[in-house]
């Protein structure tokens, strides 16, 4: 197995690393102190082509791997959380869909502004009562002529306040459950859309996340993704690929954690000594160290597979557990090493800490990963 990374690689981690750090990290304090869009680094990202890296140039994207989009995402989050998911739903969850089951029209008139960052996507499947179960929504999609007729709430929904266009998933037969649900590519200026409640956060707090209501809304049957009843296989085939991009938002987190609780120990001196020479404080240095490497080579591999067009379900499933576990317990541990300190926001270790949770919650709950991986064993 090679572990070297390509040319192209090494140059999409150089160029995201350097804007992180120079453009990215400066403003991420301020940005979750002040629930603030980060719109002047979605331009600037949209830019570097990070909005569609693995979306082909004819389509408005970068036309990379998904490897580099995995990389990126890793350099972006280490820097800002909240940056980091923005661009991953816009990646994994708006142009993903589209660029694999769009019709060519569609392609044109939603995926090239979106992977080109001239518009922002969001991904419309939770509901207030239907999460995990994805067969208990109550989205209607009712055909009338050459349009369906959609009304029905979708709620912690990222990136919906900025959004121009949604991916939608609706029931259009409800007595076939999961095998009723129907996707669709929905303008978010249409008659009939609208936001429901913003909500407060306790981490990834500068990206915006709230419901939105259909009303009524008209959507033409040519904004369907696949047909009648695939919508489920969309979602899935989505959330397989969406889950390389938490897991690599998940890295980002558990390395801020690192890094920072690394400079603090070096400099941070009780009983003569700098903490760091304390063998409590260097162990569990070491096993956030080990436990990132680790997570990084299960999300790399995932990335590769999708690359490679190889069924990823269960190796989507392990990087986004293990890698969101592993930014969860970096956190935990960096607050420690911080101390009294970690718990301030003074130092960024108990922003880390808020940001970590979401990830082993959103784009699937451990719980729901630990399910499909499972199953995938059970079936041999």
């Not at 009983?271 to 020479?277: D, N, R, S, T, V």
Request: glycine share 8%.
């Amino acid at each position: 197995m090679v572990f070297d990374l390509t040319e192209e690689q090494r140059m999409i981690q150089d160029t995201a690393r350097e804007f992180a750090r120079k453009e990215v990290l400066p403003k991420a304090a301020e940005l979750d102190e002040n629930s603030r869009f980060p719109e002047e680094l979605i331009r600037q990202m949209a830019e570097l082509g990070f909005m569609g890296i693995a979306v082909p140039e004819e389509y408005g994207g970068a036309g990379m791997d998904n490897v580099c989009y995995a990389i990126a995402m890793e350099e972006i989050s280490r820097a800002c959380a909240s940056t980091g998911v923005i661009m991953s739903v816009n990646n994994s969850l708006a142009c993903d869909p589209i660029l694999k089951f769009g019709s060519e029209e569609i392609k044109r008139e939603y995926l090239v502004p979106m992977a080109s960052g001239k518009k922002l996507g969001c991904f419309g499947l939770t509901e207030p009562g239907a999460g995990s179960d994805a067969g208990s929504q109550k989205t209607t999609a009712v055909r009338d002529g050459d349009f369906y007729v959609v009304n029905g709430t979708k709620n912690f929904i990222t990136n919906a306040p900025q959004a121009d266009t949604c991916v939608l998933f609706t029931m259009t037969d409800k007595a076939k459950t999961h095998k009723g649900i129907t996707a669709f590519v929905v303008d978010m200026k249409w008659k009939g859309v609208s936001l429901g409640k913003h909500e407060k956060k306790m981490g990834i707090k500068a990206s915006a996340t709230s419901s939105i209501v259909f009303e009524d809304v008209r959507v033409p049957a040519k904004n369907r993704l696949g047909n009648d009843g695939d919508g489920f296989k969309v979602a899935m085939s989505t959330l397989d690929g969406g889950r390389i991009g938490i897991a690599s938002q998940a890295l980002g987190i558990a390395r801020a954690s690192l890094e920072d609780a690394l400079a603090y120990a070096k400099d941070r001196k009780q009983f003569g000594q700098a903490i760091c020479e304390f063998q409590a404080i260097q162990w569990m240095l070491a096993d956030i160290a080990t436990e990132i490497d680790a997570a990084r080579l299960l999300t790399w591999r995932a990335a590769w597979m999708k690359d490679r067009k190889m069924r990823h379900s269960k190796e989507s499933s392990m990087a986004k557990l293990y890698a969101s576990e592993v930014a969860m317990r970096a956190a935990v541990k960096g607050v420690q090493i911080h101390g009294g300190y970690g718990y301030i926001k003074e130092y960024p270790a108990e922003r880390h800490f808020r940001d970590a949770k979401i990830t082993e919650i959103y784009e699937g709950t451990s719980e729901i990963q630990r399910l499909v991986i499972a199953s995938a064993l059970l079936k041999g």
